[in-house]
C-alpha cells in the first residue's frame, strides 16, 4: 500500500471514530456506564488500526525512500544491474564529484556536456553532504533524480514547515472521548 492510500486510511479511521463517539452518546438505549464502556471500545479498536496504519506508514515511506535512492544513484540511473564499464565510470565519477570544489559548477558542466552519470554521482555526493539544493538541481537533469527530490520535499527531508505541520494533522490519532477514562486508555496512546 502506499504513502496516500495509508494517509487516508489514517484520516477515515479519525473520522469513523468520531462517528461511533456520536452514534454511542446519542444512543438513549445506553446507561451512562454502557455508553462508557462502548466508547472505550471504540477508541480502543480506533487506536490500534491508528497504531498499525501508522507503522505501515512508516515502513511505506523508508521502503519507498530506498527505492527511489537506489534509482537515482545507482550506476546506470535506473536501478538496474549496470555493466563492469557502468560501473567503472560510475565510480570515476563519484571521485570526481567527492573532490570537486564546488559541486554546483561540477554539476553545470555535466549538464552542459550531457554526462549523466556525472549529474548522478555529484546528487550522491550532494545529498551526503547535505546540499539539497544541489541535489534539486541535479534532478532537473536527470528524471531519477527529480523524483527522490519530489520524494523528499513531500515525505522526508526537504520538507518545508507547512509540509510538515499538514502531514502531521492527517496522521493525528484519533481524540479520546472524554467519557473514556485517561487510565483505562493510557496503554493506547
Not at 522526508?156 to 509540509?163: D, F, M, S, V
Not at 492527517?170 to 485517561?182: F, G, I, K, N, Q
Request: glycine content about 8%.
Amino acid at each position: 500500500m502506499n504513502r496516500n492510500e495509508l494517509l487516508s486510511r489514517i484520516e477515515r479511521n479519525r473520522a469513523r471514530m468520531g462517528e461511533a463517539v456520536a452514534a454511542i452518546r446519542a444512543d438513549a438505549r445506553l446507561s451512562d456506564a454502557g455508553r462508557k464502556e462502548e466508547l472505550t471500545k471504540a477508541y480502543r479498536e480506533a487506536m490500534a488500526a491508528h497504531k498499525a496504519l501508522s507503522r505501515q506508514l512508516s515502513e511505506a515511506t523508508e521502503a519507498e525512500r530506498q527505492t527511489l535512492t537506489a534509482r537515482a544513484f545507482s550506476a546506470n540511473g535506473r536501478g538496474l544491474t549496470p555493466s563492469p564499464a557502468q560501473e567503472q565510470n560510475f565510480r570515476d565519477a563519484m571521485r570526481t564529484a567527492e573532490e570537486a570544489k564546488s559541486l554546483p559548477g561540477l554539476l553545470r558542466r555535466a549538464a552542459l556536456t550531457g554526462d549523466g552519470t556525472l549529474v548522478r554521482a555529484v546528487a550522491a555526493v550532494a545529498a551526503g553532504r547535505g546540499e539539497w539544493g544541489t541535489l534539486a538541481a541535479a534532478g532537473e537533469h536527470d528524471r531519477d533524480v527529480a523524483a527522490l527530490v519530489a520524494f523528499e520535499g513531500e515525505a522526508g527531508t526537504l520538507r518545508n514547515a507547512t509540509a510538515k505541520f499538514g502531514e502531521r494533522v492527517r496522521t493525528t490519532a484519533p481524540s479520546r472521548p472524554s467519557e473514556v477514562d485517561a487510565n483505562a486508555a493510557s496503554d493506547l496512546a
